[in-house]
T-cell receptor, first 113, second 114 residues
Protein backbone atom coordinates (compact mmCIF):
# COMPACT_ATOMS: atom_id res chain seq x y z
CA UNK A 1 0.00 0.00 0.00
CA UNK A 2 0.88 3.66 0.06
CA UNK A 3 3.62 4.62 2.49
CA UNK A 4 6.31 7.17 3.23
CA UNK A 5 9.69 6.40 4.75
CA UNK A 6 11.94 9.08 6.18
CA UNK A 7 15.27 8.97 7.93
CA UNK A 8 15.21 8.42 11.63
CA UNK A 9 16.31 11.14 13.95
CA UNK A 10 17.30 12.91 15.89
CA UNK A 11 19.48 14.92 13.57
CA UNK A 12 21.81 17.21 15.48
CA UNK A 13 23.61 20.01 13.64
CA UNK A 14 25.54 23.13 14.40
CA UNK A 15 24.19 26.46 13.22
CA UNK A 16 24.98 27.19 9.54
CA UNK A 17 25.48 23.50 8.73
CA UNK A 18 23.92 21.86 5.66
CA UNK A 19 20.76 19.85 6.24
CA UNK A 20 19.42 16.85 4.36
CA UNK A 21 16.46 14.77 5.55
CA UNK A 22 15.77 11.82 3.29
CA UNK A 23 12.25 10.83 2.28
CA UNK A 24 11.07 8.11 -0.08
CA UNK A 25 7.51 7.16 -1.02
CA UNK A 26 5.76 4.21 -2.60
CA UNK A 27 5.33 4.70 -6.32
CA UNK A 28 1.58 4.15 -6.54
CA UNK A 29 -0.47 6.61 -8.51
CA UNK A 30 0.56 10.23 -8.95
CA UNK A 31 0.81 11.61 -5.44
CA UNK A 32 1.38 15.15 -4.31
CA UNK A 33 4.27 15.37 -1.88
CA UNK A 34 4.69 17.60 1.15
CA UNK A 35 6.99 18.57 3.96
CA UNK A 36 5.29 19.70 7.14
CA UNK A 37 7.03 21.04 10.25
CA UNK A 38 5.89 20.80 13.86
CA UNK A 39 7.27 23.12 16.53
CA UNK A 40 6.93 22.14 20.21
CA UNK A 41 3.37 22.38 21.46
CA UNK A 42 1.95 23.27 18.07
CA UNK A 43 0.17 21.65 15.17
CA UNK A 44 1.77 21.02 11.80
CA UNK A 45 2.58 23.78 9.34
CA UNK A 46 3.09 23.27 5.64
CA UNK A 47 6.71 23.96 4.76
CA UNK A 48 6.64 23.17 1.04
CA UNK A 49 4.96 20.95 -1.51
CA UNK A 50 5.30 19.56 -5.04
CA UNK A 51 2.45 18.19 -7.09
CA UNK A 52 4.18 16.52 -10.03
CA UNK A 53 7.47 14.97 -11.08
CA UNK A 54 10.48 17.34 -11.31
CA UNK A 55 8.63 20.08 -9.39
CA UNK A 56 10.75 21.82 -6.78
CA UNK A 57 9.09 23.13 -3.65
CA UNK A 58 10.85 25.85 -1.69
CA UNK A 59 10.18 28.02 1.34
CA UNK A 60 12.27 29.77 4.01
CA UNK A 61 15.50 28.44 2.48
CA UNK A 62 14.27 24.84 2.44
CA UNK A 63 14.00 22.95 -0.85
CA UNK A 64 12.80 19.56 -2.03
CA UNK A 65 12.52 18.14 -5.55
CA UNK A 66 9.94 15.54 -6.61
CA UNK A 67 12.05 12.72 -8.08
CA UNK A 68 9.87 10.11 -9.72
CA UNK A 69 12.77 7.96 -10.92
CA UNK A 70 14.06 7.48 -7.36
CA UNK A 71 10.65 7.96 -5.63
CA UNK A 72 12.27 10.52 -3.35
CA UNK A 73 11.50 13.96 -1.95
CA UNK A 74 14.53 14.83 0.17
CA UNK A 75 14.47 18.03 2.21
CA UNK A 76 17.54 20.29 2.08
CA UNK A 77 18.66 23.58 3.52
CA UNK A 78 22.02 25.17 2.94
CA UNK A 79 22.48 26.84 6.32
CA UNK A 80 20.31 25.90 9.30
CA UNK A 81 19.47 28.18 12.21
CA UNK A 82 18.62 27.41 15.83
CA UNK A 83 15.04 28.44 15.04
CA UNK A 84 14.78 25.53 12.56
CA UNK A 85 14.80 23.06 15.47
CA UNK A 86 11.54 21.12 15.11
CA UNK A 87 10.11 17.82 13.89
CA UNK A 88 9.84 17.47 10.11
CA UNK A 89 7.27 15.21 8.44
CA UNK A 90 7.28 14.03 4.86
CA UNK A 91 3.84 13.17 3.46
CA UNK A 92 2.08 12.06 0.29
CA UNK A 93 -1.50 12.05 -0.81
CA UNK A 94 -3.27 8.73 -0.87
CA UNK A 95 -4.03 7.22 -4.24
CA UNK A 96 -7.67 7.65 -5.18
CA UNK A 97 -8.44 11.25 -4.59
CA UNK A 98 -9.12 13.92 -2.06
CA UNK A 99 -6.58 15.19 0.38
CA UNK A 100 -5.99 12.29 2.72
CA UNK A 101 -2.31 12.30 3.66
CA UNK A 102 0.04 9.50 4.62
CA UNK A 103 2.83 10.78 6.85
CA UNK A 104 6.32 9.53 7.53
CA UNK A 105 7.39 8.92 11.11
CA UNK A 106 8.94 12.35 11.47
CA UNK A 107 12.54 13.46 11.93
CA UNK A 108 13.51 15.57 14.89
CA UNK A 109 16.08 18.26 14.10
CA UNK A 110 18.10 19.95 16.83
CA UNK A 111 20.32 22.87 15.84
CA UNK A 112 22.89 24.13 18.33
CA UNK A 113 24.59 27.54 18.32
CA UNK B 1 -7.74 35.68 9.86
CA UNK B 2 -8.20 33.25 12.75
CA UNK B 3 -6.54 29.86 12.43
CA UNK B 4 -7.95 26.44 13.14
CA UNK B 5 -9.21 26.30 16.71
CA UNK B 6 -9.42 23.08 18.68
CA UNK B 7 -11.03 22.72 22.07
CA UNK B 8 -10.30 21.67 24.67
CA UNK B 9 -6.51 21.82 24.63
CA UNK B 10 -6.13 19.05 27.22
CA UNK B 11 -8.43 16.29 28.39
CA UNK B 12 -8.08 13.60 31.02
CA UNK B 13 -10.54 10.71 30.95
CA UNK B 14 -10.77 7.23 32.39
CA UNK B 15 -11.21 3.97 30.54
CA UNK B 16 -14.74 3.30 29.40
CA UNK B 17 -15.76 6.94 29.24
CA UNK B 18 -16.52 8.80 26.05
CA UNK B 19 -15.14 12.09 24.82
CA UNK B 20 -16.03 14.77 22.28
CA UNK B 21 -13.45 17.01 20.68
CA UNK B 22 -14.27 20.17 18.76
CA UNK B 23 -12.68 21.85 15.76
CA UNK B 24 -13.48 25.22 14.19
CA UNK B 25 -11.89 25.54 10.75
CA UNK B 26 -10.62 28.68 9.12
CA UNK B 27 -13.48 30.80 7.89
CA UNK B 28 -14.50 29.71 4.39
CA UNK B 29 -12.86 26.30 4.61
CA UNK B 30 -15.29 23.49 3.96
CA UNK B 31 -13.06 20.45 4.40
CA UNK B 32 -12.09 19.24 7.86
CA UNK B 33 -9.80 16.27 8.52
CA UNK B 34 -8.83 14.60 11.76
CA UNK B 35 -5.53 12.89 12.57
CA UNK B 36 -4.30 10.97 15.58
CA UNK B 37 -0.67 11.47 16.62
CA UNK B 38 1.08 9.04 18.96
CA UNK B 39 4.78 8.38 19.61
CA UNK B 40 4.43 4.77 18.48
CA UNK B 41 2.20 5.05 15.41
CA UNK B 42 2.96 8.60 14.31
CA UNK B 43 0.30 10.54 12.44
CA UNK B 44 -2.67 8.52 11.29
CA UNK B 45 -5.68 9.69 9.31
CA UNK B 46 -9.03 9.31 11.04
CA UNK B 47 -11.61 10.85 8.70
CA UNK B 48 -12.42 13.80 6.48
CA UNK B 49 -15.63 15.78 6.13
CA UNK B 50 -16.82 18.09 3.40
CA UNK B 51 -20.16 19.86 3.41
CA UNK B 52 -21.37 17.74 6.34
CA UNK B 53 -20.54 14.46 4.55
CA UNK B 54 -17.80 12.02 5.46
CA UNK B 55 -15.73 11.50 2.33
CA UNK B 56 -12.79 9.50 3.66
CA UNK B 57 -12.27 7.23 6.59
CA UNK B 58 -9.09 5.74 8.02
CA UNK B 59 -8.56 2.34 9.61
CA UNK B 60 -9.94 3.00 13.06
CA UNK B 61 -12.62 1.08 14.95
CA UNK B 62 -16.22 2.23 15.00
CA UNK B 63 -15.68 3.75 18.44
CA UNK B 64 -14.22 6.70 16.58
CA UNK B 65 -16.83 8.83 14.88
CA UNK B 66 -17.27 12.37 13.72
CA UNK B 67 -19.61 14.85 12.19
CA UNK B 68 -19.60 18.22 10.54
CA UNK B 69 -22.12 20.99 10.96
CA UNK B 70 -23.51 23.39 8.39
CA UNK B 71 -21.03 26.08 9.51
CA UNK B 72 -18.17 23.60 8.79
CA UNK B 73 -17.33 23.15 12.46
CA UNK B 74 -16.55 19.55 13.23
CA UNK B 75 -16.62 17.27 16.23
CA UNK B 76 -15.12 13.87 16.76
CA UNK B 77 -16.28 11.42 19.37
CA UNK B 78 -14.53 8.46 20.92
CA UNK B 79 -16.68 6.07 22.91
CA UNK B 80 -15.61 3.42 25.39
CA UNK B 81 -12.15 4.89 25.77
CA UNK B 82 -9.12 2.60 25.95
CA UNK B 83 -5.64 3.36 27.26
CA UNK B 84 -4.32 3.21 23.71
CA UNK B 85 -6.53 6.13 22.70
CA UNK B 86 -4.20 8.48 24.57
CA UNK B 87 -2.86 10.75 21.84
CA UNK B 88 -2.72 14.20 20.36
CA UNK B 89 -5.74 14.65 18.08
CA UNK B 90 -5.15 17.13 15.31
CA UNK B 91 -7.73 18.79 13.16
CA UNK B 92 -6.89 20.28 9.79
CA UNK B 93 -8.95 22.38 7.43
CA UNK B 94 -8.66 23.29 3.78
CA UNK B 95 -10.76 25.17 1.28
CA UNK B 96 -12.17 22.28 -0.74
CA UNK B 97 -10.18 19.23 0.31
CA UNK B 98 -8.81 18.75 -3.18
CA UNK B 99 -5.69 16.62 -3.65
CA UNK B 100 -2.56 18.62 -3.07
CA UNK B 101 -4.36 21.43 -1.30
CA UNK B 102 -2.61 22.98 1.71
CA UNK B 103 -3.85 21.77 5.08
CA UNK B 104 -4.02 24.17 8.01
CA UNK B 105 -3.62 22.38 11.33
CA UNK B 106 -4.84 23.33 14.76
CA UNK B 107 -2.67 22.94 17.86
CA UNK B 108 -4.48 19.76 18.80
CA UNK B 109 -6.27 18.27 21.77
CA UNK B 110 -4.05 16.19 24.05
CA UNK B 111 -6.16 13.30 25.36
CA UNK B 112 -4.92 11.22 28.27
CA UNK B 113 -6.83 8.07 29.17
CA UNK B 114 -6.16 6.71 32.68
Amino acid sequence: GDSVTQMEGPVTLSEEAFLTINCTYTATGYPSLFWYVQYPGEGLQLLLKATKADDKGSNKGFEATYRKETTSFHLEKGSVQVSDSAVYFCARTLSGGYNKLIFGAGTRLAVHP
Amino acid sequence: KAGVTQTPRYLIKTRGQQVTLSCSPISGHRSVSWYQQTPGQGLQFLFEYFSETQRNKGNFPGRFSGRQFSNSRSEMNVSTLELGDSALYLCASSLKGDRGEKLFFGSGTQLSVL
